[in-house]
T-cell receptor
Framework: QKEVEQDPGPLSVPEGAIVSLNCTYS??????FMWYRQYSRKGPELLMY????GNKEDGRFTAQVDKSSKYISLFIRDSQPSDSATYLC???????????FGKGTLLTVNP | GAVVSQHPSRVICKSGTSVKIECRSL??????MFWYRQFPKKSLMLMAT?????????EQGVEKDKFLINHASLTLSTLTVTSAHPEDSSFYIC??????????????????FGPGTRLTVL
């Protein structure tokens, strides 16, 4: 079993839709949970970061962590064509530990 | 945010040659830099972690003699792919962590990623 599982998609939605992206993990030592956005042929950029369980909201983005289920989610409200990218979940066992990434989900938001 | 650059952005080389990729932190001092490899439709896989002035720590399965990493200064790390072969063709991405605290969010110390280098070995 891989440490981090993420459905690679692709996922195609109309503009304005609510998008739900998910990852599951097996390593109970993970404490830090991140979502990165990666445009084609570019490096990843950090979108959301959450420490331990709970919800975090930033504009149109909401990150959820359920440590009991080892399940994390990213919700995008009112999706825009500019949100079209690959979204990668990443996890870490400590503040200065290495990151373990999911495969990434390719999202296309159609105008 | 902090800026990390990579050079070159794209390189095509013949099998058997060596290729050097540079990673620079432009506006901060990077005490730790990371090198990742990303194959199409695959996740970023950490290859090695390098701390300035010390030897890199390689992940299991990564050949240290093939992927030479040098982190000689607080703003520069290099990855040299020696005797490259077609199976080494990939997208190589570096990231850097600010030793001075930029990117520190609560208890998490953010890694800033470079734009990546596309290596194609013919």
């Amino acid at each position: 079993q891989k440490e981090v599982e993420q459905d690679p998609g692709p996922l195609s939605v109309p503009e304005g839709a609510i998008v739900s992206l998910n990852c599951t993990y097996s390593n109970s030592a993970f404490q830090y949970f991140m979502w990165y956005r990666q445009y084609s042929r570019k490096g990843p950029e950090l979108l959301m970061y959450t420490y331990s369980s709970g919800n975090k909201e930033d504009g149109r983005f909401t990150a959820q962590v359920d440590k009991s289920s080892k399940y994390i989610s990213l919700f995008i409200r009112d999706s825009q064509p500019s949100d079209s990218a690959t979204y990668l979940c990443a996890m870490s066992g400590g503040s200065n530990y290495k990151l373990t990434f999911g495969k990434g989900t390719l999202l296309t938001v159609n105008p | 945010g902090a800026v990390v650059s990579q050079h070159p952005s794209r390189v095509i080389c013949k099998s058997g040659t060596s290729v050097k990729i540079e990673c620079r932190s432009l506006d901060f001092q990077a005490t730790t830099m990371f090198w990742y490899r990303q194959f199409p439709k695959k996740s970023l896989m950490l290859m090695a972690t390098s701390n300035e002035g010390s030897k890199a720590t390689y992940e299991q399965g990564v050949e240290k003699d093939k992927f030479l990493i040098n982190h000689a200064s607080l703003t520069l790390s290099t990855l040299t792919v020696t005797s490259a072969h077609p199976e080494d063709s990939s997208f190589y991405i570096c990231s850097a962590r600010d030793g001075g605290g930029r990117g520190l969010r609560d208890q998490y110390n953010e890694q800033f990623f470079g734009p990546g280098t596309r290596l194609t070995v013919l």
